[in-house]
């Protein structure tokens, strides 16, 4: 994550995060700390309905496809919408 952050300046990472877990989004924010993550610059995101979602995304410059839970339907909205797609290879 923070590689990432850093070499991307001032962009902000989305997180899809559909259940209220402060727990999850306080080890997120954790880590973000940890590797000198400015917090203002991550952002959770919840469900919406699927047009609002493609609306929503539109405005993302790249796509990171995380292991071990991918990005699914999400990965390919944002392909077929032209966003590009960072994944991992698997071995």
């Keep these: 994550m923070d590689d990432i952050l850093k070499r991307l300046g001032s962009d902000a990472m989305l997180l899809l995060l559909d259940v209220d877990s402060t727990f999850t989004r306080d080890n997120i924010l954790k880590q973000a700390l940890f590797h000198g993550v ?4 991550i952002a959770f995101l919840g469900k919406l309905k699927w047009e609002q979602h493609l609306d929503r995304a539109g405005a993302c410059d790249v796509v990171l496809d995380t292991f071990v839970y991918g990005a ?10 032209g966003v590009p797609v960072i994944a991992l290879e698997s071995k």
Excluded: A, G, V
């Excluded at 400015?38 to 610059?41: D, E, P």
């Excluded at 699914?72 to 919408?81: A, E, G, L, R």
């Design 38 to 41: 400015s917090l203002t610059r």
């Design 72 to 81: 699914h339907t999400t990965c390919s909205d944002m392909i077929w919408m």
